[in-house]
């Protein structure tokens, strides 16, 4: 600055002002971005920010505007026509480019229209792994313009068919190897009249059809475009489930206004129709299915489709396909990083990872080892009318409040009581904000263009994620369940998740609806179900303490062949600990925050511990040696 001075014209001295104030402004427009880049060093990318949300936004309400209505299937037909033998989906040996997935999805969507069980519009639930299929048939559900409802393939039993009734679809779609998961729910299905199709040439059971065969002989010729006239902006597209706060898991709603603003998830984050995407993640979730599928649409790039995530085969992958972006979550980028060193760890393509849930120190061990990695960290929920994009690249955080963003979509952080589990309220019944660099939960303000629309089926459930009278009288947020930290940089971190979840392995889990399944057993009275943090490992896994029924006994193995029974891997409770009664707090809440503390240490905890062993298929007692292995790393979960 002091530079800049001595170099401006003295202005008594320069004959003509007009010069002089030009010189003024062109020294501005040049040295003030430097001095604002000192001052504020993320300026700039403030600036590009901004000017990519300006972007999308123009480009989303020209798409709006246009007549037919523009749906992100219409996007596809458009990526299809532009280049219709480029690769789309790669999947094991098989090959697709964008007219093979076009004409796939044709012959899905005739054959399911000749099908009498079947009226286009109607809505179809998905039950079904990554694999090609999983799209055509999705692609071909929004030619007939019917509403996707996409189950999660681990589910079984109580929680198949709750998620099957709440988005009141009439057709069940599943993959061949999910049969048995769907016999075990037949009868259910069978009385209310569902039309159940499976992914094989023949079926022995009465009332499941097989769908292959059919599939195989019908035409690929063109759906009319009437089928699909009845969609408006509002209408349903896709259902995800997450898991409640309570109870079983939800129906988030995506409408198709929300699918089209979704068609900018990679493109926005500077992915284009010559990048690889690596497509690992479950399909099922936000992040496979609108962040992958949806946003690989939108860019016209290919999808290296994976049936899971394997760290073994990650990188080979990668090389194999040219893979230039990939995706990740939190568990993702910690098993790569503890995968073995080899040689060639620097050696491909991927130039950008985008995901979720990155810890600071894995993110630092990750670009070290693997090399010069865009790491694009975001946070978003399904459901949520708040997101962050961490565009600044800097380590550990979900994002940055931008005072546009802000000023678009009104979030702030407020004061949070995490043992009586409710925002702090003042004396006149509003929330408090929580200072810059303090933990607060963060809430979104519900508006036009920050649409909270809720859960199917569900008003219950939709009303609890709402929170009123936050700042002022009468008003509503979406409140996100999450605590959240902004420093002083205006970096924003998470810091944890409130109320009656937890994540692992990538996964929300319910407590309350483990706690269901737990209770439903012989011997269990009472259970109160809490995740607990394990060294070295991302999110909390699941524990229950629990109290046994008068006159019974504890029996391990009935009680692990009950929860395997009855819930995924992720779910079930890895440690059970029993107790003579629940301990309650005074509003009779179940008292979960000491023992979360307590967590599963031997050491402290005087009550009987038992740990989930799949080698014993039991739950045996926890001892001291093994509880010192999992804290040192020797064990993992
Ligand atoms: C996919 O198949 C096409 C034609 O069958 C071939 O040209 C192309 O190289 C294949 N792509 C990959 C990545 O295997
Ligand atoms: C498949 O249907 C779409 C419209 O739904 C149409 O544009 C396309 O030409 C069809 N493909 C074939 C191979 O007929
Ligand atoms: C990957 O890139 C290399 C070099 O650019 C090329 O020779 C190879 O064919 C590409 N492989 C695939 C599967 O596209």
Redesign the pocket.
């Known amino acids: 600055w002091i530079h800049i001075k001595q170099s401006l014209p003295d202005p008594l001295c320069v004959p003509f002002p007009h010069m002089y104030l030009i010189s003024v402004f062109l020294a501005s427009i040049l040295i003030i971005p430097f001095g604002l880049k000192t001052l504020f060093p993320y300026v700039w990318m403030d600036i590009l920010y901004f000017g990519d949300l300006l972007r999308i936004l123009v480009k989303f309400v020209s798409r709006r505007r246009r007549r037919p209505s523009f749906f992100v299937l219409d996007r596809f037909l458009e990526q299809t026509a532009a280049h219709p033998d480029k690769?789309f989906i790669?999947f094991e040996n098989e090959?697709y480019?964008y007219t093979d997935t076009d004409k796939w999805s044709n012959k899905t969507a005739n054959a399911l229209q000749s099908h009498p069980g079947y009226k286009p519009g109607d809505t179809v639930a998905l039950f079904m792994g990554n694999e090609p299929a999983f799209l055509f048939t999705w692609l071909a559900l929004a030619k007939l313009g019917s509403p996707v409802a996409l189950l999660n393939h681990n589910i079984r039993t109580k929680s198949l068919l709750h998620c099957f009734n709440c988005c009141k679809a009439n057709v069940l779609i599943a993959a061949s190897e999910l049969k048995e998961a769907v016999e075990d729910v037949l009868p259910s299905l069978i009385e209310k009249g569902v039309t159940i199709l499976l992914m094989t040439k023949h079926c022995d059971t009465p009332g499941i059809e097989s769908f292959s065969d059919k599939l195989d002989k019908a035409s690929d010729t063109p759906l009319p475009r009437f089928l699909r006239s009845h969609i408006a902006y509002k209408s349903p597209a896709v259902y995800i489930y997450t898991s409640g706060t309570t109870g079983l898991p939800k129906a988030a709603v995506v409408n198709q206004n929300r699918l089209l603003t979704a068609l900018a998830a990679l493109s926005s984050n500077g992915v284009t129709s010559s990048d690889v995407i690596y497509l690992n993640l479950p399909l099922y979730h936000t992040a496979g299915f609108i962040i992958g599928f949806i946003g690989s649409i939108e860019a016209g790039s290919?999808i290296i489709l994976k049936r899971k995530f394997s760290a073994s085969q990650f990188w080979d992958d990668c090389r194999k396909?040219n893979v230039t972006v990939v995706q990740y979550i939190g568990e993702v980028m910690r098993y790569l990083c503890s995968t073995p060193k080899t040689e060639n760890d620097k050696d491909h393509k991927v130039r950008l990872a985008i995901g979720n849930g990155v810890r600071a120190e894995i993110w630092r061990e990750f670009v070290n080892r693997f090399g010069d990695i865009q790491i694009r960290e975001f946070y978003a929920s399904t459901e949520g009318n708040v997101g962050f994009v961490n565009y600044a690249g800097k380590i550990g955080a979900i994002g940055r409040v931008h005072f546009f963003h802000q000023k678009l979509f009104p979030f702030t952080l407020i004061k949070y009581d995490t043992e009586r589990d409710e925002p702090i309220r003042d004396a006149n019944g509003l929330c408090v904000e929580s200072p810059k660099g303090d933990t607060g939960l963060l809430v979104s303000k519900i508006t036009d263009i920050a649409p909270f629309v809720g859960y199917a089926q569900n008003e219950d459930q939709t009303e609890r994620k709402r929170l009123r009278n936050v700042l002022k009288k009468g008003d509503l947020y979406f409140n996100s369940g999450d605590l959240m930290r902004i420093d002083k940089d205006n970096f924003i971190y998470f810091q944890d998740r409130v109320g009656d979840t937890f994540r692992w392995k990538g996964e929300n889990v319910a407590t309350n609806e483990v706690s269901d399944i737990l209770t439903i057993s012989d011997c269990l009275k009472e259970a109160n179900v809490y995740g607990v943090q394990v060294p070295g490992h991302e999110g909390r896994i699941g524990m229950a303490a629990v109290t046994v029924k008068e006159g019974a006994q504890f029996d391990g193995s009935r009680i692990y062949h009950h929860v395997v029974n009855y819930l995924p891997s992720y779910a079930r409770p890895r440690f059970i600990r029993i107790q003579n009664a629940v301990e309650v707090t005074g509003t009779f809440k179940q008292m979960k925050v000491k023992l979360v503390e307590e967590s599963f240490d031997p050491g402290r905890i005087q009550d009987p511990l038992y740990i989930l062993d799949d080698k014993e298929k039991s739950y045996i007692p926890l001892r001291s040696q093994v509880y010192s292995s999992i804290i040192s790393g020797n064990i993992k979960l």
Do not use: E, F, I, Q
């Open positions: 690769p790669l090959n480019s290919t396909y």
